[in-house]
């Protein structure tokens, strides 16, 4: 099982990304997906994730109205749009099965200046 985040980079306060997170060795549409988060501080957070089924999702507040998650079960791909950035969002973003049971990927830098 592989995950491969990607997307991330330097963008202005105000800027957008699409973060896609890449899964393989696993039947993809039998997990949840979530984004989770590391800060330059080393805390973990949880931004948001998907339903396997019905393409819910759930966000907490810090990320609600500006992110949005997706998925294209085709591809074995999650997405993370992530709108309206801020400093505090700088971090290395990674994605994982919910409840949190695979092999991390490296994750992928988002980078807010402000």
């Known amino acids: 099982v592989q995950l491969v985040e990607s997307g991330g980079g330097l963008v202005q306060a105000g800027g957008s990304l699409r973060l896609s997170c890449a899964a393989s060795?696993?039947?993809?549409?039998?997990?949840?997906i979530g984004w989770i988060r590391q800060t330059p501080g080393k805390d973990y957070e949880g931004v948001g994730c998907?339903?396997?089924?019905?393409?819910?999702?759930y966000y907490p507040d810090s990320t609600r109205g500006r992110f949005t998650i997706s998925r294209d079960n085709t591809k074995n791909t999650v997405y993370l749009q992530m709108n309206n950035l801020k400093p505090g969002d700088t971090a290395v973003y990674y994605c994982?099965?919910?409840?949190?049971?695979?092999?991390w990927g490296q994750g992928t830098q988002v980078t807010v200046s402000s």
């Open positions: 994982n099965a919910v409840p949190v049971q695979l092999d």
């Open positions: 060795g696993l039947t993809f549409d039998d997990y949840a």
């Open positions: 998907i339903n396997k089924n019905d393409g819910r999702t």
